[in-house]
């Protein structure tokens, strides 16, 4: 099917593209980044923009950028940009670890970071990369820019806290302690499918002892987040099986699973406790 009918805004700098955005979203105005999610919905009529704001010849948005705390991408940084390591830092290994496992090839050349983070499919990777490492999303209006922390930020399927008028103009990553250690896992039933359960784990190691430790889990819930009690399990704990396992189980108790026409609760939990185990399993 062909989408509804629109009009496309091709704005070149931030400011004009954030005064489109402002005037065109009380009328349904998206902004239209890589596509990837936005045309096939449009495509099924699922969504009837009136107006589309497309970001891609906005000058400055193409920038990943470091200092020595922080990763910045932008908002037209594609997910292909991560297939070689963009900071020399873990971050970057774990980036480029993360990143093959997002759709198929084609779609990672056009895909951007900051859309999936917009799109907020609770199965994205990049979802949980952010809610994992407590990333920063930076939206920009006319109204200024509103730093939002990933815990405040995924509110749902599907749903965050940006504002209609808001356009996630970068997200930042904290860099990784130089001798971090991390992992990451998800199960899908074909390559390139989204994540059924998805685990991305990250932790240090003081006098042979677990500190620090991360783990998010996404794809099985409503949006991706930190596990508390399966970060407990590992706190000060020896990395091996035993502790592994007791973190896995944690995470799997401690989830509240979807349930859709693929998969039971149980079965949802089942995954989460093999891809929390088989990510630390790769940390280590
Ligand atoms: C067959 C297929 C398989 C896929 N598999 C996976 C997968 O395994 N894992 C995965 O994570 N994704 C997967 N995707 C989705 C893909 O990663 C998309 O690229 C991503 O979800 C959205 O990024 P985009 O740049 O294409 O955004 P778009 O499609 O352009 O936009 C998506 C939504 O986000 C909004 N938006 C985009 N950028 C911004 C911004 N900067 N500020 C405010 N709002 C914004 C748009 O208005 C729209 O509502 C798949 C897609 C397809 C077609």
Redesign the pocket.
């Known amino acids: 099917m062909k989408p509804a009918p629109f009009t496309c805004h091709v704005p070149k700098t931030l400011d004009e593209a954030l005064k489109v955005l402002a005037k065109v979203a009380p009328q349904d105005g998206?902004?239209?980044?890589?596509?990837?999610?936005?045309?096939?919905i449009m495509a099924f009529r699922l969504a009837k923009p009136a107006h589309l704001v497309d970001?891609n010849e906005v000058a400055g948005l193409d920038r990943v950028a470091s200092d020595d705390k922080t990763l910045s991408i932008g908002?037209r940084v594609r997910?292909a940009a991560f297939h070689k390591s963009v900071v020399d830092n873990p971050l970057g290994l774990l980036l480029t670890e993360v990143a093959r496992?997002?759709?198929?090839y084609p779609?990672r050349m056009?895909?951007?970071f900051?859309?999936?983070l917009?799109?907020a499919?609770p199965?994205?990777?990049?979802c949980l990369v952010a809610a994992t490492l407590d990333a920063t999303m930076v939206a920009k209006s006319t109204r200024g820019e509103r730093p939002i922390a990933a815990k405040d930020y995924f509110e749902g399927i599907m749903s965050t806290a940006?504002a209609e008028d808001?356009?996630?103009?970068e997200a930042r990553l904290p860099l990784l302690p130089a001798d971090a250690k991390f992992g990451f896992n998800e199960f899908n039933r074909r390559a390139?499918?989204?994540?059924m359960a998805a685990s991305l784990v990250s932790y240090r190691l003081q006098a042979g002892k677990i500190i620090e430790p991360r783990v998010g889990v996404g794809g099985a819930e409503t949006a991706p987040r930190r596990i508390a009690p399966a970060e407990a399990a590992l706190n000060d704990q020896t990395p091996g099986e035993a502790a592994f396992r007791a973190a896995a189980e944690a995470a799997a108790m401690a989830i509240d699973p979807l349930e859709d026409h693929q998969t039971t609760g149980e079965y949802r939990r089942d995954l989460v406790r093999a891809v929390v185990r088989r990510a630390l399993e790769q940390s280590a």
């Open positions: 998206r902004v239209l980044a890589g596509g990837q999610s936005l045309v096939p970001i908002a997910h496992h997002i759709a198929h779609i056009r895909g951007t900051c859309g999936s917009a799109h499919d199965a994205s990777e990049w940006l808001e356009l996630l103009a390139g499918d989204f994540a």
